[in-house]
């Protein structure tokens, strides 16, 4: 049971290079979700997917686009990067059960934008 | 959510209680709190939450106020692998937006030897 995988684990673009941030989680879980951590600071999220077929935009959107393909994989596209953009990304996922549930993270991936 | 308020860094000598306190003076009837923990930039891990009565569970326990306004995270004998950043959390369940979490700076602590 690998839980939330991330790829990739690491990766340097040039400004306006694009990518995509791929997330995988196998515990059929109906919400997942893309958050950023930047250095000495809490997580914030970027966008959630409540449920399969919906994605809704979080704190920090901007720059960002994801596509929930289906109920295990979400992903993050940057269009084209920017400095303001390294961070390390963290992609998670829970049961929609009332809310009241335990969101699952992946190891994050480490984006570096030169 | 409500704002949450805890202190920046603690300390702990290992085999020894580690009590993190959280302020969340302007919690609401619905909000739960939940506490996760951040060990060297891995991803987070969830530890506990509750709403109104104590919890525990085989990695800590949550003592809530019986006015909710503040909790207290208790690791009861913490170990050098309990280092890490703890989060705690205030949401209210929401089944339109799962398990949203609004996270603050936390605080780092560290177990000595």
């Known amino acids: 049971n690998a839980g939330v995988t991330q790829t990739p684990k690491f990766q340097v673009l040039k400004t306006g290079q694009s990518m995509t941030l791929q997330c995988a989680q196998d515990?059929?879980?109906?919400?997942m979700y893309w958050y950023r951590q930047d250095p000495g600071m809490g997580l914030r999220l970027i966008y959630y997917?409540?449920?399969?077929?919906?994605?809704d935009k979080g704190e920090v959107p901007n720059g960002y686009n994801v596509s929930r393909l289906n109920k295990r994989e979400f992903s993050l596209r940057l269009e084209s990067a920017a400095p303001s953009q390294t961070s390390v990304y963290f992609c998670?996922?829970?049961?929609?059960?009332?809310?009241?549930?335990?969101?699952?993270f992946g190891q994050g991936t480490r984006l570096t934008v030169v | 959510d409500a704002k949450t308020t805890q202190p920046t860094s603690m300390d702990c000598a290992e085999g020894r209680a580690a009590n993190l306190p959280c302020n969340h003076s302007?919690?609401?009837?619905?909000?739960?709190v939940y506490w996760y923990r951040q060990i060297h930039s891995q991803g987070p891990q969830y530890i506990i939450h509750?709403?109104?009565n104590n919890e525990t569970n085989e990695m800590a326990s949550l003592i809530i106020t019986e006015d909710r306004k503040s909790s207290t995270l208790i690791l009861p004998h913490a170990t050098l692998r309990d280092t890490a950043v703890y989060y705690c959390?205030?949401?209210?369940?929401?089944?339109?937006?799962?398990?949203?979490?609004?996270f603050g700076e936390g605080t780092q602590l560290t177990v000595n030897p």
């Open positions: 998670a996922s829970s049961v929609l059960t009332g809310g009241n549930t335990e969101a699952f």
């Open positions: 515990m059929n879980h109906n919400s």
């Open positions: 997917s409540a449920s399969e077929g919906t994605t």
């Open positions: 302007t919690i609401s009837g619905n909000e739960y």
């Open positions: 509750g709403l109104k």
């Open positions: 959390i205030v949401r209210a369940a929401n089944t339109n937006s799962g398990s949203r979490l609004t």
